[in-house]
């Protein structure tokens, strides 16, 4: 069953055009099948934090809240971007909204491709009257941007979801898997630069979940985007979403020989802060629970991002949403209490993480 039904549920989608039979496919394979990655792991179960038996610091001293991009958040997790463009995708978004706002947390939105296709689609996606008080990203795939959509159909995204910055998404291979997906992506990393010059928001770029190589993640920054989101792999694959809407054997097979495909979370999210010291990274791809959230802020994230676990909670209710997010955030806290950090920025200065074989960070 797709969505555990309340007061707030629609009825079943009727989809105006294949972008939006699509994202509810996408959104029943992601609640209902295994599409984890297989045969590798994001590598945070490669790390642990040394305990600290005299934290020095109270409990009820560690704080969660942070900034991300200029906008104070209520902790360093983002409800990374989903669903959006069907019914069924419409209750989804209204939950994440609202345990969003709760929590003071940034939120993503699913790819808005569809809402330029079809603007009656706007009420799946328009939740800023359900988090007016945390920042709101709006979402584009960037090979969009080699296929007729510009600035202004980029501006108009975000006026109309009254959304804070725009994220676009790197997803090469699943767009290959696809029967018709959009695979033009030479010449792409420019146009990205005259978002980021000419949009007059921020700009954050993301893969899927196979990984952002530090070479790239240079120049990304160099090209003007305000963060990178290196979404590694390990969590949800999409070419093992993709296989479970092929009817095609073929084409199956071929999309389970990369289930294994990507750059772990982790080893991405290292050489990335190796390569920009600087730069506002946001770790996403399989993170699990607030320990992992711990472990990447600890390696270099300044934001980390959760969509699997989220996605699957939100379908089961309200209750099941918040409950999840409060246990991410109260395993976090811990963390910091257990490790005497008292401000996320002390689990990268003076925490210890080391590799479980024994050698330092």
Known sequence: MLLNATADSRTDAKPGSRTASRKDEHLRINIDEDVAAKGIETGFDDWRF????LPEIDLNSVELSTDLLGHQV???????????????????????????????LAMGLGSCRVLLEQPDVLPTFDVRALAPDVPLLANLGAVQLNLGVGID?????????????????????????????????????????????????????????????????????DAGVAAVDVAGAGGTSWSEVERHRMSDSVRARIAASFAGWGIPTADALIDARSAAPRGVLIASGGVRNGIDVAKAL???????????????????????????????????RLVMFCVGAARVAELRSGARLVRCDGRAR
Not at 299 to 328: C, F, M
Request: hydrophobic share 50%; proline share 3%.
């Open 50 to 53: 040394v305990h600290r038996a």
């Open 74 to 104: 209520g902790a360093p997790l983002l409800v990374s971007c989903m669903t959006g463009g069907t019914e069924q995708a419409g209750v989804i978004n209204e939950r994440l909204a609202r345990v969003a706002q709760a929590h003071g």
């Open 153 to 221: 159909e980029c501006r108009r995204l975000l006026r109309v979801l009254r959304a804070d910055a725009l994220v676009l998404h790197l997803n090469p291979l699943q767009e290959a898997l696809q029967a018709s997906g959009n695979t033009a992506f030479a010449g792409l990393l420019a146009r990205i630069a005259a978002v980021c010059a000419g949009l007059g928001a921020p700009v954050i770029v993301k893969e899927v979940g196979w990984g952002i190589a530090d070479d790239l993640v240079t120049r990304l920054f």
């Open 298 to 332: 600890a390696l270099g994230a300044d934001s980390v991002g959760v969509a699997g676990p989220l996605v699957r909670a939100a379908a089961a209710g309200d209750d099941t949403l918040d409950d999840t997010v409060t246990v991410i955030l109260e395993e976090l």
